[in-house]
């Protein structure tokens, strides 16, 4: 055993490259692209460090070329997610008694694995199974991975050296053990990143993790466990289930050794999680940790101070990078009467310019939605809007899956500020803008904080320094992460601590140390150096 005070080196956000035309990475990330476009792999189970086939396969399909399968993966049985569960009880002691420095190296040279050898591979698997841009992929499967992994090895050693004081003749000691059971990891298909933090961040604190990745993103969630595993992750740490989320996250969570639930996904899905262990309450061990990221119906309101052509900029990337499949897009926004044609024709302008396709084509700005039912869903909410009274299609609106689930960027202008798709999460490129009476700014804000029962994003565009404090103050509880004349996507770990309450999730900060104080059970140890010998205290004397 080596002894020391040690110190993790400090972190460092991982630069964002640019592939830009005749760059090293460009070339570099097209060849991949093209090696792994042109196999087809099959795609195991991970239990106790072992490929696990169970033969009940299903397709990994180009959501913007869906004829293409890129591989089939392996779904979980009720045997194998008795055998996961089991494999990280297993791994548990060994891995909680390893000294936290050695749990964090593993999670650093997976960091710089990712930075360097493996950075083309994760991108391409996030490119061609997600339909994200390079530009969409670098800043997720890249960077913001690499970055929760240093960053996460520097909040754990700050959080372990958070100790108590110690009176004279005492040693006050406080342990932060891991919790006393498994962690079950769901993770999303939108972002690599969530899927690679959710189990990793409490293996970090010495937790062993059951992982059940979304179907629609296990091609490049695969190439992230066998990045684990060449960092140096010990059998059974983290097991690898992908499968439907009944078959496997039932039993999960009916098991009494379960210690937490690491989520990201659908506020209806968290719900029911919550919901059925809170029915199973006694049978359990302890009371499970539940931690999730969920729903949001995120927010632009403009006051009339502000400057168009950044509203403009901030609609169109905030809402429809990445088809808007991220938790934090802009899907409702609030425009003054005064400024709407502007506006509107700035980002006619803008989306005229756009293009839709292959994200092996560079040029494109947008890729396909991630699967059949997103489509259908998308296109549904589309037609409605055609067909209401209370609202309009102004842009956009084409749809076409005949070669991939491609929704053109929309924008939907709202009569009614309480119109369906200005309350209902829909998780596409789809954008519902209300125009409101510029004298009627402060009632507008009420209608933000009202309208929906997300809280997880929102943004405020103004000039007016009084019009940007009154936002501030009255959109308190209306979102998690909120920016003042910025797009209200994009957060960096060590920089903005990801979260939101409300139907938006339990607010734990991914990308901050309170995310990882979820994850542990302290203990606090006193040790008297000199214990008494005389039971009589003074007050008894004569």
């Known amino acids: 055993m080596t002894h020391g005070v040690f110190h993790v080196p400090a972190p460092v956000n991982e630069p964002v490259k640019g592939y830009a035309p005749r760059s090293p990475e460009r070339a570099s990330i097209e060849k991949r692209l093209g090696a ?202 983290i097991n690898f289930l992908p499968g439907s989320g009944g078959t496997v996250a039932d039993p999960v969570i009916a098991d009494p050794r379960l210690g937490g639930v690491h989520f990201t996904g659908s506020t209806g899905v968290f719900n029911g999680i919550w919901s059925t262990v809170g029915k199973n309450i006694a049978s359990y061990g302890q009371y499970p940790r539940l931690v999730g990221e969920t729903g949001g119906k995120d927010f632009i309101v403009a006051h009339r101070s502000c400057d168009a052509q950044a509203l403009a900029v901030a609609l169109v990337r905030g809402a429809f990078e990445y088809q808007g499949q991220k938790c934090s897009a802009a899907s409702r926004a609030y425009v003054p009467k005064s400024m709407w044609n502007d506006v509107r024709d700035r980002m006619a302008a803008m989306l005229a310019e756009i293009r839709m396709g292959d994200v092996r084509d560079f040029k494109n700005f947008v890729g396909a939605v991630i699967d059949a039912r997103s489509y259908a869903k998308l296109k549904g909410a589309i037609d409605a809007a055609r067909a209401s009274k209370s609202a309009k299609v102004v842009l956009g609106g084409a749809c076409d899956d005949k070669l991939g689930y491609f929704v053109q960027p929309t924008v939907i202008e709202a009569i009614d500020p309480k119109y369906d798709t200005m309350c209902t999460e829909l998780f596409g490129p789809v954008l519902t803008i209300h125009v409101y009476d510029d004298a009627r700014w402060s009632e507008t804000l009420d209608l933000v904080n009202t309208t929906s029962p997300y809280a997880l994003t929102g943004a405020v565009f103004a000039n007016e320094r009084a019009a940007v404090r009154e936002a501030t103050d009255r959109l308190r509880f209306a979102a998690g992460n909120f920016y003042v004349n910025d797009k209200p996507t994009g957060a960096i770990v060590g920089q903005q601590p990801f979260g939101g309450s409300r139907a938006s999730g339990t607010n734990d900060k991914a990308g901050s140390i309170l995310n990882l104080m979820r994850w542990i059970s302290p203990r606090a140890i006193k040790e008297t150096l000199v214990p008494p010998r005389d039971w009589r205290y003074p007050f008894l004397a004569e």
């Open 36 to 237: 792994m476009a042109a196999e087809s792999i099959e795609i195991p189970l991970w239990i106790d460090g072992k490929a696990v086939r169970t033969g009940k396969l299903e397709n990994c399909v180009m959501p913007h070329a869906h004829a293409h399968v890129l591989g089939r993966y392996h779904q979980a049985g009720p045997a194998e997610v008795k055998a996961a569960i089991d494999a990280a009880e297993r791994a548990r002691p060994a891995w909680a008694a390893m000294p936290w420095e050695e749990r964090a190296a593993v999670f650093l040279r997976a960091g710089e694995l990712l930075a360097t050898t493996w950075r083309d591979t994760v991108n391409g698997a996030t490119m061609l199974g997600q339909s994200k841009t390079v530009h969409q992929a670098e800043i997720d499967s890249a960077c913001e991975l690499i970055d929760f992994f240093r960053f996460n090895a520097h909040f754990a050693e700050k959080l372990y050296q958070e100790q108590p004081i110690s009176a004279p003749g005492t040693w006050n000691r406080l342990e932060h053990r891991p919790l006393d059971g498994f962690v079950f990891a769901i993770t999303p298909f939108n972002f690599t990143s969530i899927a690679g933090n959710l189990p990793t961040a409490p293996a970090l604190l010495g937790n062993t993790v059951v992982w059940k990745p979304a179907s629609t993103s296990v091609f490049s969630n695969h190439y992230l466990m066998q990045l684990l595993t060449e960092a140096g992750l010990p059998p059974g740490v």
